[in-house]
């Protein structure tokens, strides 16, 4: 399996951790979308982590539907901005260990 392929993966297991704890199970709760957030992706999104207001926000500008829920549509399109976001450093971070480009 690929690098890409072993990603995508990732991102389904990892969404599917998750979901359906509280509910169905292709779905995040608010409290569940926090967990992953808080456990799977603590360092990229370190300021909102902290801040439950934030972390609210995020939520509802995600749930597209306004269900009260995030799923897995809306979860990749809430990584899609992240990815775009932090496209750059993501990058940069990668070039040192790899040597590959500048990061621009």
């Known amino acids: 399996m690929s690098q890409m392929e072993q990603a995508m993966e990732t991102i389904v ?3 599917h951790q998750h979901s359906g704890k509280k509910g169905d199970p292709d779905t ?3 409290d569940e979308f926090k967990q992953l957030v808080k456990e ?3 360092n990229i999104l370190k300021k909102e982590k902290k801040d439950e207001k934030a972390m609210n926000h995020m ?3 995600f749930d597209m539907n306004k269900n009260g829920y995030i799923d897995f549509d809306e979860f990749v399109a809430l990584l899609a901005k ?4 932090n496209h750059k450093e993501i990058y940069k971070n990668a070039s040192l260990v790899t040597g590959h480009g ?3």
């Open 59 to 61: 939520m509802e500008d």
């Open 28 to 30: 995040l709760s608010r």
């Open 13 to 15: 297991k990892t969404f």
């Open 40 to 42: 799977d992706m603590s």
């Open 82 to 85: 992240i990815l775009i976001k």
């Open 102 to 104: 500048n990061g621009t």
